[in-house]
């Protein structure tokens, strides 16, 4: 039998094989790659959008913090990206609350408040709504969550007309869908709440840690992660001190 020829054949298709797995490998990183950093300029051009324009000089999606109140913000760890300026001042808190009532389940928000205590902008970032009904708080198809929020805050209008209208407040319903942008309003009416209450400690900038500093332990959660000071603002948000 003439075994030098099917080792010889061997030897060339398992070189195929291992070439084939390998730039199969090399595609699907560097498709991730793609992915990842598509997904970030899309966020930062979300972030950038409820923002006063031109006054983003930091990279929000590094400079960011999570902190938990659930009753507030509807899950149990919320996303905060700061935005600063070029001087380094603090321009806006970006929350990313959960409203827990939708009609057809969670809504995820995207909450600009200004260090003014102001709305930049709000967006949604994922909902379950029903196309043609309560869909409409979706910037793709309808204008409602761009005109109705920008530059409202808790005195304006007051806190008992963050409603909408069909209850009393100042906010549009859709027609034959209530239930959406009731729960909408009363979420971020929360998280204005939220923002007033953990005050100046959630636009403090991220410490980070001196060079020559001895090394710390990593923290245990991200909440823990977050600036002394709004660690003590979570802290008396959960009366905690
Ligand atoms: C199939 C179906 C889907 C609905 N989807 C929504 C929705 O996504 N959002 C919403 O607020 N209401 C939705 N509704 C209507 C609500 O059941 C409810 O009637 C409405 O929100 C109350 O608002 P209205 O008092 O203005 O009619 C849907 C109703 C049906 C039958």
Known sequence: MKTAPILVAGLILGSFAVGGVGLVAMTHELTDTRIAANKREAMLTKLKAIVPSGRVANDPLADRIEVSDPGLLGGAQTEVFRVRDQDDQPVAAILQPVVPDGYAGP???LVSVLHD??????R????????GLGDKIDEKKDDWI?????????????????????DGGVFDQF????????????????????????GDALYAPTQVAEPEAAPQ??????????????RSAYARNQGAG
Do not use: C, M
Not at 124 to 131: D, N, Q, Y
């Open 117 to 122: 205590g102001s709305l930049g902008g709000v």
């Open 107 to 109: 809504i995820r928000l």
């Open 146 to 166: 761009v005109e109705q929020f920008n530059g409202k805050s808790l005195g304006d209008p007051p806190p008992e007309q963050w409603q909408v209208k069909r």
């Open 175 to 198: 027609t034959g869908a209530t239930i959406t942008p009731r729960s909408v309003v009363r979420a971020v009416k929360n998280t204005l709440l939220y923002v007033r209450r953990a």
């Open 217 to 230: 332990a990593p923290a245990a959660t991200p909440v823990e992660a977050a600036p002394a000071q709004a």
């Open 124 to 131: 949604v970032l994922e909902h379950h709504e029903t196309p």
